[in-house]
T-cell receptor, first 113, second 111 residues
Framework: NAGVTQTPKFRVLKTGQSMTLLCAQD?????MYWYRQDPGMGLRLIHY???????AKGEVPDGYNVSRLKKQNFLLGLESAAPSQTSVYFC????????????FGPGTRLTVT | GQQVMQIPQYQHVQEGEDFTTYCNSS?????IQWYKQRPGGHPVFLIQ?????EVKKQKRLTFQFGEAKKNSSLHITATQTTDVGTYFC???????????FGTGTQLKVEL
């Protein structure tokens, strides 16, 4: 039982390049989330999904797109990376609606030069 | 929108000293969660508080939810080097589908 995994662990992009971050969970959780973490700003929600085929915007969605084609996977895309997107990205999952804990992946450290 | 603030932002203590972090919400919370993130790691769930005035303990950690359900605190007694990390509180937002995380308190413990 791997929990929540993220691919890749590290990535360096040049401004304007695109990439996709993959999140996978093997806990059969309905809800999945993408956060970014910047120094002094805590965790900010980018996009989330309440089930296969659904996505919704979070607090800071601009410049990102997501897809949830399969229940276990949640993809985060950057179409044209900008230096402001340099951050650590965390994926998380939650079993279902309600006040349940979130399980986080190990994170992806992205640098955009 | 909902804001969740934590103080202090940083705290350095000597091993054996106590530590407290405070979490304040701009709105009333139905519940509050606490997470710990070790340096270089990912957030890990610690506990959830639901009732007004609730107090829960986990060994040396004591969690409290305010009477008005707008604030919470985490107190660590006799800190150890294993307590090093950033502690986040988080409150529900958007009808239960998501969380708003506090800004976090980074704890450093010196021998």
């Amino acid at each position: 039982n791997a929990g929540v995994t993220q691919t890749p662990k590290f990535r360096v992009l040049k401004t304007g390049q695109s990439m996709t971050l993959l999140c996978a969970q093997d806990m059969n959780h309905e809800y999945m989330y993408w956060y970014r973490q910047d120094p002094g700003m805590g965790l900010r929600l980018i996009h989330y999904s309440v089930g296969e085929g659904t996505t919704a915007k979070g607090e800071v969605p601009d410049g990102y797109n997501v897809s949830r084609l399969k229940k276990q996977n949640f993809l985060l895309g950057l179409e044209s990376a900008a230096p402001s997107q340099t951050s650590v990205y965390f994926c998380a999952s939650q079993i279902d609606a309600g006040w349940y804990e979130q399980y986080f992946g190990p994170g992806t450290r992205l640098t955009v030069t | 929108g909902q804001q969740v603030m934590q103080i202090p932002q940083y705290q350095h203590v000597q091993e054996g000293e106590d530590f407290t972090t405070y979490c304040n919400s701009s709105t009333t919370l139905s519940n509050i969660q606490w997470y710990k993130q070790r340096p270089g790691g990912h957030p890990v769930f610690l506990i959830q508080l639901v009732k007004s005035g609730e107090v829960k303990k986990q060994k040396r950690l004591t969690f409290q939810f305010g009477e008005a359900k707008k604030n919470s605190s985490l107190h660590i007694t006799a800190t150890q080097t294993t307590d090093v990390g950033t502690y986040f509180c988080a409150g529900p937002a958007g009808g239960g589908n998501k969380l708003t995380f506090g800004t976090g308190t980074q704890l450093k413990v010196e021998l």
